[in-house]
């Protein structure tokens, strides 16, 4: 991770031009989530129903991990309280399903999500690293305690039923349908995280993790930097907790606890920390890993394969996952290259 602390803010610039993949990669990578999007649209319609709630999930989770990404992976603050977001969203959904439109709702996780990432920002503003991870693991216990402390109000240990979300046509107990809304969102989320990279405010995410006395030496308004992340970060986490609750039809405690928000700190370090695509690699290995575990009747195995994994990547592969796939992409076209230019030397006469 290079350090800006001597480097000013045209120095950075520059290092982000030099960092610009060439137009023939370029050009290569646009193709791909070309097909990547045709692929997504027609899964639905060529797979069972088991398999498309399966990558319905997947998304529900990516959005919940580009949102970590923008704390974590952009920002440098390491947060174990994105399950709690997530939850927050789903609970909130479930609890007021019957009382209040849909589109007041959705304003109300988002208005919830944006309180809880300031309340939880706020206070810990001094600290990082471990200290602020077991700072923000502290708001998550507290918020699963009040789970199962509130019983009369959000089931208690025994969950929520939550009814399907069925607006004119729309019905998300439809796995097909349900797999298009969360698609929607899940694309809205990439694209709206990729923009926030490639603005003054994604800028000044980088410069905070990198070097906060950097940062405020150039200029950069480090308080309002990382409160604006978190409270992104939890916003997407309750977008995410929205859809989950409809599309699950089942939330409780456990799956907002603490091990969720490790497996996104997981997800984003996995994936690639600073990288949408990293989020997605990271969200599909959290979702599809434990139940390729499951099925083959060694649940209890995940955690340790996980570990071995993660530190298996992080020696090799210190970019991540999307790192080694970058890599492999440019050495094919590399490869691919060089064979053009042999038989244009061939037929040189």
Do not use: C
Not at 64 to 74: C, E, P, Q, S
Not at 110 to 130: E, H
Not at 146 to 166: C, E, I, S
Not at 167 to 195: E, K, R
């Amino acid at each position: 991770m290079p350090d800006p602390a001597g480097d000013s803010p045209a120095t950075w610039t520059t290092e982000v031009a030099s960092a610009t993949p060439p137009a023939r990669f370029r050009y290569a990578r646009v193709m791909a989530l070309a097909v990547l999007l045709v692929v997504a649209v027609a899964v639905p319609f060529v797979l069972e129903s088991y398999w498309v709630f399966t990558l319905t999930e997947v998304m529900i989770y990516a959005i919940a991990t580009l949102g970590l990404d923008i704390v974590f992976g952009r920002a440098g603050q390491l947060s174990l309280a994105q399950a709690s977001f997530f939850g927050l969203g789903a609970y909130i959904t479930a609890l007021t399903v019957d009382r209040l439109e849909v589109g007041l709702q959705f304003l109300l996780v988002i208005a919830a999500a944006l309180v809880a990432g300031a309340a939880v920002a706020i206070p810990t503003l001094r600290v990082s690293g471990l200290r602020l991870a077991l700072a923000t693991l502290l708001f998550g216990e507290l918020f699963i305690w009040a789970l199962n402390h509130l019983g009369n109000l959000t089931g208690g240990t025994q969950g929520l039923v939550v009814a399907p979300l069925q607006v004119g046509p729309l019905d998300s107990s439809d796995p097909v349908q349900a797999y298009v809304l969360v698609l929607v969102f899940a694309v809205a989320a990439t694209l709206m995280t990729v923009q926030v990279s490639r603005t003054q405010f994604g800028r000044r995410l980088l410069a905070v993790r990198d070097s906060e006395l950097a940062a405020r030496s150039v200029g950069v308004a480090v308080v309002r930097t990382k409160v604006a992340a978190f409270m992104l970060s939890a916003v997407l986490a309750g977008v995410a907790g929205w859809l989950y609750a409809y599309i699950v039809g089942f939330i409780a405690p456990p799956t907002f606890d603490l091990f969720p928000s490790v497996y996104f700190v997981i997800a984003v370090i996995l994936g690639g920390a600073g990288r949408a695509a990293g989020a997605w690699l990271g969200a599909a290995y959290i979702v599809l890993v434990p139940q390729a575990f499951t099925i083959i009747g060694r649940p209890n195995q995940f955690p340790i394969l996980g570990g071995a994994v993660l530190i298996v990547v992080a020696l090799l592969l210190p970019g991540g996952l999307v790192d080694g796939v970058t890599r492999l992409a440019r050495f094919a076209l590399a490869q691919v290259g060089r064979a053009q230019s042999g038989l244009a030397d061939r037929g040189t006469p």
